[in-house]
């Protein structure tokens, strides 16, 4: 960089003197080589002079700034005020160097006139009519000196700007500025000051093609300047209008990628501007992310993520909200004697003012739901008291479902709200308007039950709004998917959820996504073959189902009722048959275990009593009727029942009873 700008300078004389003489020859009629050579040994010698001034200029003022680049190019650590220094040297030096310039050129035209005219200058200066000449000739001068200057200017600023701009200097010293419009009406006052020049002292009749030649060069430095200005000036301007479209549009990771400040003019201003208005933006931007963040930790935490319900129950949740906060909703309220109220809603509108209605829609459900014993009062209640506070156009769509784990009963209302589905059905429940519209409406409720191993589906419409218009979940063939016994609820919301992961992962939902499944237990099945010793694996599987499903103090229990069926079942039942299978089942609700023993058997009475030990003593028949009396020791109730092919002993076990 200091080899070129050595050039630079040094070029631009030599352009400047070839033009003088250029000018004289073709409008004088005088080759260079018709001067004195004293005068033409002042000419180079002053352009010489002028050129090693301003380069030997340029290595004394700009020494700190080439210091500082080598540090940078060796990656030495160079701290921000050497950086700004250095910076602040580079920017100013175009100016000052053009300044010099023109100082220096107009000393040596006088001195040049001085000597070429000896000691006629003062009398053609006073002399009226060889003074337009002799000021026409100076001021073509003047103006070659001027545009060469403007010359250095934009060539040194454009070779030093990648130095600035590696400094880093974000904002624009406190100093005198060199405007755009002062450098255009320099070039144009330098044009017109040539124009009337010419026109002045141009020979008379002299040829076209004469004019044409004093007029070229300076119209290509002319040009010239205007060109590398106007690039310069676009180049900067469409950075910076790219930058301002980037801010505006929220493109990331360079969102706030700061512009370095390297001229000192109005694009200087520009970019100190931008970059202070970027720091401004990212700080505020960074405070709003860091509420939201917290805003919506406060929401994740107000919704369930553990749920205690009866052995066999699962319940699995998803909430995907579009922005950093959503207005979708999920709960679960535990409203004793294995009750559970199960809500699911969608607050208007998106982000920050749905995630506030939903808070306050959440609040109001679980402050009301243990003193409502049908969904539809409390959703009532509930709408009477946001019709109350919610302005106009603001509403809430909610289902709301009470079941009963004990018998699977579900009842459910909706307020605006998707059907539930259960068991792959959608319910046809009458829905009413949504909460906040109008007070004193009527929610009405359905009714149903759900099986062993079915699901109960709650959702919002981004479930569905958000897919692909191919997508399963548009058709609604998804809900084919929960007909039938179900086991394991995470992997059916994953299955559920599918197409909506990439959107997810992309964060381009367009609506905030819900999704709640509960799944009723499913009963565990087992089937022994008819072997003396297979009772012992039965037994020992009812022992593990009892304490996996919170029947751990009646775990003994259980299994030796079990075991002892499945004994009798073997033998009498089956009477050892290999082929003839004994099934067992176990199913757990919130109070009682159950378990029933098939066999192919014929069915009999149970006695009432236990049998007469001493009378069994005393006869020749084997003693029977022991087995059943102790299976209704161990279990709570005890029963026979006749099945299409052969019999089953059912056996109940309440949860905390005496033993």
């Known amino acids: 960089m200091r080899w070129r700008l050595r050039v630079l300078s040094l070029s631009l004389i030599a352009v400047g003197i070839g033009w003088i003489y250029l000018s004289n020859y073709v409008r004088l009629g005088r080759s260079p080589f018709d001067y004195a050579w004293s005068v033409t040994l002042t000419n180079l010698g002053g352009g010489l002079f002028i050129g090693l001034l301003i380069d030997a200029v340029a290595g004394f003022y700009l020494r700190p700034f080439f210091r500082a680049l080598d540090r940078l190019g060796a990656n030495q650590p160079l701290g921000p005020q050497e950086r700004q220094a250095a910076a602040i040297r580079a920017m100013r030096f175009p100016e000052r160097a053009s300044v010099l310039l023109v100082g220096i050129s107009v000393g040596m035209i006088l001195v040049h ?16 009519e060889r003074r337009a000449v002799l000021l026409s000739s100076m001021t073509r001068d003047l103006v070659v000196a001027l545009l060469l200057a403007l010359l250095l200017f934009t060539f040194s600023q454009r070779l030093l700007k990648p130095g600035v701009a590696a400094c880093g200097l974000q904002e624009l010293p406190d100093e005198r500025r060199f405007p755009l419009g002062l450098r255009q009406a320099l070039v144009v006052l330098a044009m017109g000051l040539f124009n009337i020049t010419l026109f002045i002292s141009a020979p008379e009749n002299a040829p076209a093609a004469r004019l044409i030649w004093i007029y070229l060069p300076p119209v290509i430095l002319t040009a010239t300047v205007a060109y590398l200005m106007a690039t310069d000036t676009g180049r900067d301007l469409d950075a910076i209008a790219g930058r301002l479209r980037m801010l505006a549009a929220g493109v990331r990771p360079d969102l706030f990628k700061r512009f370095a400040v390297t001229e000192q003019d109005e694009i ?7 970059n202070t208005m970027q720091n401004r933006v990212e700080r505020e931007l960074w405070e709003f992310e860091r509420d939201m963040a917290a805003a919506r ?4 935490e107000m919704l369930p993520h553990a749920w205690s319900l009866p052995p066999g129950w699962q319940l699995t949740a998803r909430l995907f909200p579009a922005h950093e906060v959503g207005g979708d909703f999920y709960d679960l309220i535990d409203l004793g004697g294995g009750r559970y109220g199960v809500a699911v809603g969608d607050a208007a509108g998106k982000g920050l003012p749905a995630a506030l209605l939903m808070a306050s829609t959440v609040s109001l459900i679980r402050s009301h739901a243990p003193f409502h014993q049908r969904p539809g009062d409390l959703l009532a209640a509930v709408n009477r008291m946001l019709c109350r506070s919610l302005p106009p156009m603001t509403f809430v769509t909610a289902a709301y479902a009470i079941v009963d784990t004990a018998t699977g009963e579900i009842r459910v209302a909706s307020a605006g709200h998707l059907p539930p589905v259960v068991g792959g059905r959608e319910l046809p429940i009458i ?4 909460l906040g519209v109008e007070p004193g409406v009527v929610y009405e409720e359905q009714v149903c039950t759900v099986s062993p191993g079915e699901a109960v589906v709650l959702y919002s419409d981004g479930l569905i709004e958000g897919a692909d218009p191919t997508s399963p979940l548009r058709s609604a063939q998804w809900i084919e998917a929960l007909r039938g016994p179900l086991t394991d609820g995470e992997s059916l919301a994953q299955q559920v959820l599918q197409p909506l992961i990439p959107q997810v992962q992309q964060g ?14 499913q009963p565990y099945s087992l089937a022994i073959r008819s072997q003396e010793g297979a009772e012992v694996q039965a037994a020992e599987q009812a022992a593990r189902y009892a304490r996996e499903h919170g029947f751990a103090a009646r775990a003994d229990d259980v299994a030796s009722a079990v075991g002892e069926a499945c004994l009798n079942a073997i033998s009498h039942g089956n009477r050892f048959r290999d082929d003839l299978p004994v099934r067992i089942t176990l199913s757990a609700g919130p109070d009682w275990l159950e378990a029933t023993v098939a066999d192919g058997g014929d069915i009999f009475t149970p006695p009432e009593s236990p049998p007469d030990l001493a009378v069994q003593m005393d006869s020749d028949e084997p003693i029977r ?11 709570d109730s005890v029963s026979v029942e006749s099945l299409p092919a052969g019999k089953q002993i059912r056996m109940r076990f309440r949860r905390h009873a005496d033993v």
């Open 297 to 300: 930790s406060i929401q994740t």
């Open 268 to 274: 200087g201003e520009l970019v100190a501007s931008i």
């Open 113 to 128: 006139r001085l000597v070429s005219l000896r000691g006629e200058f003062f009398a053609i200066l006073l002399a009226e």
């Open 625 to 635: 009727g022991w087995g059943f009396h102790l299976i209704r020791s161990m279990a």
């Open 431 to 434: 829905s009413a308007l949504p």
């Open 508 to 521: 381009t939902l367009q609506d905030d996504v819900t999704l709640l499944v509960l799944i009723a237990p």
